[in-house]
């Protein structure tokens, strides 16, 4: 069974940061790919940052390039989201999301999800 957790989420003003956290608990988690992900109201989930098992490869929407860094301790079964420059549209629900069995990176499938870290920018 594999559970993750988010953490880090609340409420900054527009240009501000904040750093999201995933604890999973998993064996072999250095196996497998990471990402993140979110959902705004009225809107589907939608992708923003995937990492590869060694965290040597690293994908973003584009709405998010420049702006947010994923990163990953595998020795900590750890997964970040460092966001700066906030704005107001990244408002959203926060979910972290793994791989399930066997890695695909970069077309992995994400078996695997969090509850959700509400992050909520303000003007």
């Known amino acids: 069974q594999v559970q993750l957790v988010e953490s880090g989420g609340g409420l900054v003003q527009a240009g501000g940061s904040l750093r999201l956290s995933c604890a999973a608990s998993?064996?072999?988690?250095?196996?497998?790919?990471m990402a993140w992900f979110r959902q705004a109201p009225g809107k589907e989930r939608e992708f923003v940052a995937g990492?590869?098992?060694?965290?040597?490869?690293?994908r973003y929407v584009d709405s998010v390039k420049g702006r947010f860094t994923i990163s990953r301790d595998n020795a900590k079964n750890m997964v970040y989201l460092q966001m700066n420059s906030l704005k107001r549209e990244d408002t959203a629900v926060y979910y972290c999301a793994a791989e399930g069995r066997g890695s695909r990176w970069p077309d992995s499938l994400w078996d695997y999800w969090g509850q959700g870290t509400q992050v909520t920018v303000s003007a």
């Open positions: 990492i590869s098992w060694s965290g040597g490869d690293t």
């Open positions: 998993r064996r072999n988690f250095d196996n497998y790919a």
